[in-house]
């Protein structure tokens, strides 16, 4: 148990779904951070939020869609995917106080995409 | 471009040493991290080097060379448990836990 919780663990959905996936944290982290991991590849940030703002967008394609309503969720609003997409989409969180920041994330066990 | 390199996969048996290398090249660098992740499992974080040298968390030890943009992890009398993928990360930006990730070494421990 890592403090955040992702949902659902498993997704399969056809290219014209609108789906989303959801990120609870409960650690009282301000940072909250979309990743995609594909098989054979790096983890690849695609959002970061910091006290809600959304401070980075790793060139992600405008097919998804995040949200970030407070500082303990975080959701990915997935929509006209394409199979590439499929992968396993990890949240993390962080507590983030400038000096005292450690390299240290806590990631959800993810949630597995597939897109048909 | 930004790049973490490390080995695909490394094979070891019960009570020996292991250590997994990284080399980096990033655009900023501010601190080292390791990740452990097994399989179906999150990435879990083990340990963070910011300055150069040896940082040690009991089985595991994390060493860093800013010079030579190089780190490895240490894994010392290894167990069945300890199979998994680790990942090494460079944090990029000062402010935030903004991390560029290597593409991961798998770790298979036998009898």
């Known amino acids: 148990e890592t403090g955040v919780t992702q949902t659902p663990r498993h997704l399969v959905m056809g290219m014209t779904n609108k789906k989303s996936l959801k990120c609870e944290q409960h650690?009282?982290?301000?940072?909250m951070y979309w990743y995609k991991q594909s098989a054979k590849k790096p983890l690849e940030l695609m959002f970061v939020?910091?006290?809600?703002?959304?401070?980075e967008n790793n060139s992600v394609p405008s097919r998804f869609s995040p949200e970030c309503p407070n500082s303990s969720h975080l959701f990915l609003h997935l929509h006209t995917l394409q199979p590439e997409d499929s992968a396993l989409y990890l949240c993390?969180?962080?507590?983030?106080?400038?000096?005292?920041?450690?390299?240290?994330?806590?990631f959800g066990e993810g949630s597995r995409l597939t897109v048909l | 471009g930004q790049s973490l390199e490390q080995p695909s996969e490394v094979t070891a048996v019960e009570g020996a040493i292991v250590q997994i290398n990284c080399t980096y090249q990033?655009?900023?660098?501010?601190?080292l991290s390791w990740y452990q992740q097994h399989d179906g499992g999150a990435p879990t974080f083990l340990s963070y080097?910011?300055?150069?040298g040896l940082e040690e968390t009991g089985r595991f030890s994390s060493f860093l060379s800013r010079s030579d943009s190089y780190g490895y992890l240490l894994l010392q009398e290894l167990q069945m448990k300890d199979s998994a993928s680790y990942f090494c990360?460079?944090?990029?930006?000062?402010?935030?836990?903004?991390?560029?990730f290597g593409t991961g070494t798998r770790l298979l421990v036998s009898p």
């Open positions: 993390a969180s962080s507590q983030d106080a400038g000096a005292t920041v450690t390299g240290e994330l806590f």
């Open positions: 650690l009282g982290h301000n940072a």
């Open positions: 939020y910091n006290f809600k703002e959304q401070t």
């Open positions: 990033t655009s900023g660098f501010y601190g």
């Open positions: 080097n910011a300055l150069d």
């Open positions: 990360a460079v944090r990029d930006h000062k402010g935030f836990q903004k991390l560029v």
